[in-house]
């Protein structure tokens, strides 16, 4: 099954980049960003990330938690556009991590009928956990990148995210 996989993953990426080759470039930016965005919403690497932090968190529940930690506060209006669900279901499942423990609601300073989600202590613990095993992750499959290669990459993407 894992060489399956393996064997898949190569063809697929064989596949694209013959393929990227004669697309327009910004084809080939949109088509990247979205491999990108696969790869970090990808259910199985999220259940591998919480099993390897040793957490135990419905895995639906952790792209919220996720999105909650790095926005800081968020309303949950502003999550369900963020994460591409519905706004009920989002309200749901928020609900359910106030109910872990690991998020809070306070109110907003500038429009009291909104609140925000902010991760509370075990949020940000939990996170953190799940932090380190990422960032483990990630430096294996990058340990042959160049630094310079690596510090490349995030500036670009950081300028990109910042343009659009």
């Known amino acids: 099954m894992y060489y399956a996989r393996i064997y898949k993953k190569a ?37 591998r990330l919480l099993a390897d932090s040793g957490v135990k968190l419905d895995r639906a529940l952790f792209p919220l938690l ?41 109110p907003n300073p500038t ?16 996170i953190g956990k799940v932090r380190e095993v990422r960032r483990r992750m990630l430096e294996k499959r990058l340990r042959d990148w160049p630094a310079q290669d690596r510090e490349t990459l995030i500036t670009l993407l950081e300028k990109l995210v910042g343009n659009i």
């Open 11 to 47: 063809v697929a990426r064989k596949i694209y980049v013959g393929y990227a080759r004669t697309m327009h470039w910004t084809d080939r930016l949109h088509s990247a960003a979205l491999s990108i965005a696969d790869f970090v919403n990808r259910s199985d690497i999220d259940a």
């Open 111 to 126: 429009d009291a009928r909104i609140r925000h989600l902010v991760p509370s202590k075990a949020g940000k613990a939990l």
């Open 66 to 106: 996720s999105r909650i930690s790095m926005a800081g506060e968020i309303s949950t209006v502003e999550l369900a556009n963020l994460i591409g669900r519905d706004h009920s279901t989002v309200s749901r499942q928020a609900k359910k991590l106030e109910d872990l423990g690991l998020v809070v609601r306070v």
